[in-house]
Nanobody, 126 residues
Framework: VQLQACGGGLVQAGGSLRLSCAAS????????MGWFRQAPGKEREFVSA?????????YADSVKGRFTISRDNAKNTVVYLQMNSLKPEDTAVYYC???????????????????WGQGTLVTVSS
């Protein structure tokens, strides 16, 4: 499984960015695709996740109402993270991750994901 994240950049507070994660290497119909982030000096934290099958979505409280995760049904292997109303505290390297058949209790745990992309930097200026 290969994951490639892109779409990061520099944006002012209140602005928007859309991250993309392109997945390849197998069929992902039973997979959960997640986004995590890691700010300097902090641990990696859960941001959002989506199940390919059924499209159930999950969000961290800190981004709920501002970020939206979605999948590209036509391409079948791309997941997006639309980030609106960005805040300086959203500054981090964002990683996409994937794993197969995660139960709900595991979705927010980075240790449960076997596959990771390389990360894309999001910087939000105040």
């Amino acid at each position: 499984v290969q994951l490639q994240a892109c779409g990061g950049g520099l944006v002012q507070a209140g602005g928007s960015l859309r991250l993309s994660c392109a997945a390849s290497g197998r069929t992902f119909s039973t997979y959960v695709m997640g986004w995590f982030r890691q700010a300097p000096g902090k641990e990696r934290e859960f941001v959002s996740a989506i199940r390919w099958s059924g499209g159930s979505t999950y969000y961290a409280d800190s981004v709920k109402g501002r970020f939206t995760i979605s999948r590209d049904n036509a391409k079948n292997t791309v997941v997006y993270l639309q980030m609106n109303s960005l805040k300086p505290e959203d500054t981090a390297v964002y990683y996409c991750a994937a794993d197969n058949m995660l139960v709900v209790s595991s979705i927010r745990n980075a240790l449960e994901y076997d596959y990771w992309g390389q990360g894309t930097l999001v910087t939000v200026s105040s």
